[in-house]
């Protein structure tokens, strides 16, 4: 899982709250990403980061936001308005160089619905 | 949205025979990748290859792109149960922004029975 860790491993969400998930490197990667993984399925972009204080819309952001404060940093929250958000959620980040494009993984968080 | 199809979606096979994996794709590529994910984990990045590439190998790994018929093959020789796990392709768009924006597979389940 390299140098990415994401907490907690496990979460569990009542309905009409916030969670965040946290997701922290030490690779000094300038980009970071959110992934939702469902059963069976590959990966779906949620959001992503490609500087500090700067973050882009990926394929699935409704009901999602995130915050890039510190380059080691990249917080997920699942809002209220993310009605069916049980998934396993994945970071990644990647560095610059001829390494820019490959993606380093944390262990991933699995949220459920109580 | 799924850019890459893989096929098939699930493989079992005998310790020391070679897996085939192949994946499909719609637009230009600048390179694809393929990662390993064991079950309820983080995904590894196995190997690269950039569209100008039509082969590469990485120990056990062979992987080829044919970028006529936007497709790509993964290669595992003499399989061992410990690369039981699930494998996706990953392409990054040609034209695309500086940090690589991976767009995911479905996957397949590698089965490696001892």
């Known amino acids: 899982d390299g140098g990415i860790t994401q907490s907690p491993k496990y979460l569990f969400r009542k309905e009409g709250q916030n969670v965040t998930l946290s997701c922290e490197q030490n690779?000094?990667?300038?980009?970071m990403y959110w992934y939702r993984q469902d059963p069976g399925q590959g990966l779906r972009l949620i959001y992503y980061?490609?500087?500090?204080?700067?973050?882009q819309k990926g394929d699935i952001a409704e009901g999602y936001s995130v915050s890039r404060e510190k380059k080691e940093s990249f917080p997920l929250t699942v809002t209220s308005a993310q009605k069916n958000p049980t998934a396993f959620y994945l970071c990644?980040?990647?560095?610059?160089?001829?390494?820019?494009?490959?993606?380093?993984f944390g262990a991933g968080t699995r949220l459920s619905v109580l | 949205s799924q850019q890459g199809e893989e096929d098939p979606q699930a493989l079992s096979i005998q310790e020391g025979e070679n897996a085939t994996m192949n994946c499909s794709y719609k637009?230009?590529?600048?390179?694809l990748q393929w990662y390993r994910q064991n079950s309820g984990r983080g995904l590894v990045h196995l190997i690269l290859?950039?569209?100008?590439?039509r082969e590469k190998h990485s120990g056990r790994l062979r992987v080829t792109l044919d970028t006529s018929k936007k497709s790509s093959s993964l290669l595992i020789t003499a399989s061992r149960a410990a690369d039981t796990a699930s494998y996706f392709c990953?392409?990054?768009?040609?034209?695309?922004?500086?940090?690589?924006?991976?767009?995911f597979g479905q996957g397949t389940i590698l089965t490696v029975h001892p």
């Open positions: 990644a980040s990647a560095g610059g160089g001829v390494a820019k494009n490959i993606q380093y």
């Open positions: 690779l000094n990667h300038d980009a």
């Open positions: 980061s490609q500087i500090v204080n700067d973050f």
């Open positions: 637009t230009s590529i600048n390179n």
């Open positions: 290859i950039r569209s100008n590439e």
């Open positions: 990953a392409t990054v768009n040609a034209g695309g922004t500086s940090y690589g924006k991976l767009t």
